[in-house]
């Protein structure tokens, strides 16, 4: 106040003169359009401020600003980090004297100096001891006579220094200190505020990086399952884009009911607990699902949940085929029990048969039944050598054979089976085919089960015209040569949702107690024995088909070669 009341009267007082007058006017205006354009720089850096500028923008926008008053050629620009001072910036870019990055060492500095007493410290000319800081060397390089280091003060800590410097010599006010204060603690606040903004946003993208890098799938939804949020895994799942997730129900994205939707959310807010579910999706994959309820931070209330859905899909099948070689294994323990057992009477009944037909004449009709019995103990005895090597107590010796030998003795043995249940039986068998390396026995089990397969689905049938064809040809696969036997008949057919089935252990379309579940499993594992292939030809409607292939062998069984 007195320095304005001194003002009033050196204006209109007696003393003043219209010399002085218009002196004082001047001095005083240029002083206001100072104020003013002090004012206007600290309102127009606060104003173009922007969370994305760059350091480069901002030096440069304010040493535009303050070159026009002050006569300012140069910005430079350090920071604390982790007890270090280090050259963030500079500008213009052609005034580097050091490299951005490089340390400011405490001793003898006179950035440090300021950092420690937390004031402005000014170097003109006149100021003779300034020789001594280590920054003096890169001034007088870069021609710099006078500067003005300012503290950058946030939140009573200083975290780096703005130093200003000029060509010329001036000479700093007490104003122009308090304002270059003012200024710096404004570009503190920026500089903070953009740390901070970088910061969450770096902590942001950790987070989306984590959320999204999880195999399992992650969805958050409301109270109504309506999908909030959801991770990359479920928009690869789905293979849709992610507009067309979020915002759509989980009952109209997954296979959830609406029913079944509703009432695991509701389990998970009754229990203000995780509520877990295995489900199955409309692909067949089967996820473990587990619900968990999202409360409000103030009030508590339930306003949403949590999905974490796992894909158990291959453990669950592991598991199931773990049960099934459990089950196999007791099959096999009690099927070598069973084949020991029997091999007793039937030693007898083969060698008293022997000894029978040694005293029987071949035409006479006695001898023609103790052959029977012969030819069956035989049947018997293969099919006990069957059980122990299904059970792995006999060693599985592969020779050169003929599929076309096999079906043959097969057919001896369960034609007349057939045929009782009015079956045509077609046999359309290639003798051109080459020989194979495998186990007699084994590829005859698998023509075997074909057969009664196929005997047992037309048993159900109710048409008249039933008929089994059995084939052996030649294909080409894969630039190899293989011998395949086909089975077919004109039953029912299999279901295509089911052709996967049927060949787990134990998994049956027949009724109770016409079948056990085993025969197709059991060939398709002598099948993979032989280095060959088992698989269905969908036929559904018009029958079944099943494929049996084997790589074929050097030689024909007409005995040529087979070359290539």
Not at 303 to 329: F, Y
Not at 496 to 525: H, N, W
Request: aromatic residues 6%; neutral net charge; hydrophobic residues 35%.
């Amino acid at each position: 106040m007195q320095r304005k009341q001194d003002l009033i009267e050196s204006l209109t007082g007696i003393k003043s003169s219209k010399k002085s007058y218009y002196t004082e006017l001047k001095k005083t205006m240029a002083q206001m359009q100072k104020k003013n354009a002090e004012l206007a720089i600290i309102n127009d850096m606060m104003k173009s401020f922007d969370l994305d500028m760059s350091i480069d923008a901002m030096l440069k926008n304010l040493l535009e600003k303050l070159k026009p008053i002050f006569r300012l050629s140069r910005l430079s620009f350090t920071m604390l980090e982790d007890s270090q001072l280090v050259l963030k910036n500079v500008y213009p870019t052609s005034s580097f004297f050091r490299p951005v990055g490089c340390e400011i060492h405490d001793e003898n500095s006179l950035y440090w100096q300021v950092i420690k007493e937390k004031r402005i410290i000014c170097r003109t000319p006149e100021n003779k001891h300034m020789g001594s800081y280590l920054e003096e060397k890169a001034f007088e390089q870069l021609q710099i006579k006078s500067n003005c280091v300012i503290p950058l003060i946030s939140r009573r800590s200083v975290i780096g220094v703005l130093c200003l410097g000029s060509k010329e010599n001036i000479t700093f006010h007490e104003a122009d200190l308090a304002f270059f204060q003012h200024l710096a603690d404004q570009f503190a606040v920026c500089i903070e505020n953009s740390r901070l903004y970088h910061a969450v946003v770096k902590s942001k993208k950790e987070w989306e990086d984590t959320f999204h890098g999880v195999q399992d799938l992650l969805i958050v939804v409301d109270k109504n399952g309506v999908i909030q949020r959801f991770n990359a895994a479920v928009s690869k799942l789905l293979q849709l884009p992610d507009q067309q997730i979020n915002g759509r129900t989980i009952q109209s994205v997954f296979s959830l009911s609406d029913d079944e939707n509703q009432e695991l959310l509701r389990q998970s807010h009754l229990k203000e607990s995780s509520v877990s579910k295995q489900i199955r999706l409309k692909n067949d994959r089967i996820f473990a699902v587990s619900i968990s309820p999202v409360y409000h931070e103030e009030t508590q209330d339930t306003i949403g949940s949590i999905l974490n859905m796992k894909d158990v899909t291959e453990r669950v099948h592991m598991e199931s085929q773990l049960m099934q070689s459990a089950k196999l294994a007791a099959i096999g323990e009690m099927a070598a029990g069973v084949a020991h057992e029997l091999n007793s009477p039937l030693t007898a009944i083969l060698g008293n048969s022997q000894l029978l037909m040694r005293k029987l004449d071949k035409q006479d009709q006695p001898y023609r039944m103790v052959e029977a019995i012969y030819n069956c103990g035989e049947r018997s005895k293969k099919i006990i050598r069957n059980l122990l090597t299904f059970s792995r107590q006999d060693d599985l010796r592969f020779e050169t054979c003929s599929v076309n030998l096999a079906v043959e003795q097969v057919i001896s043995l369960t034609g007349y089976q057939i045929e009782r249940q009015n079956i045509q039986l077609n046999k359309q068998l290639n003798h051109d085919i080459p020989f194979v390396e495998g186990n007699m026995q084994q590829i005859e089990q698998i023509v075997i089960n074909l057969l009664m397969n196929a005997k047992d689905e037309l048993e159900a049938c109710t048409h008249s015209n039933k008929n089994i064809t059995i084939k052996t040809s030649v294909q080409e696969r894969g630039g190899s040569s293989w011998v395949m036997l086909s089975v077919s008949d004109n039953g029912r057919g299999i279901p295509v949702e089911k052709q996967d089935d049927i060949f787990y252990p134990f998994y049956t379309t027949k009724e109770a107690m016409k079948g056990t579940g085993l025969g197709l499993s059991v060939s398709l594992g002598i099948a993979k024995s032989h280095g060959g292939i088992l698989e269905i030809c969908n036929r559904e409607e018009q029958g079944s088909c099943f494929c049996f292939m084997i790589p074929s062998h050097t030689k024909k069984e007409n005995g040529e070669d087979v070359h290539g």
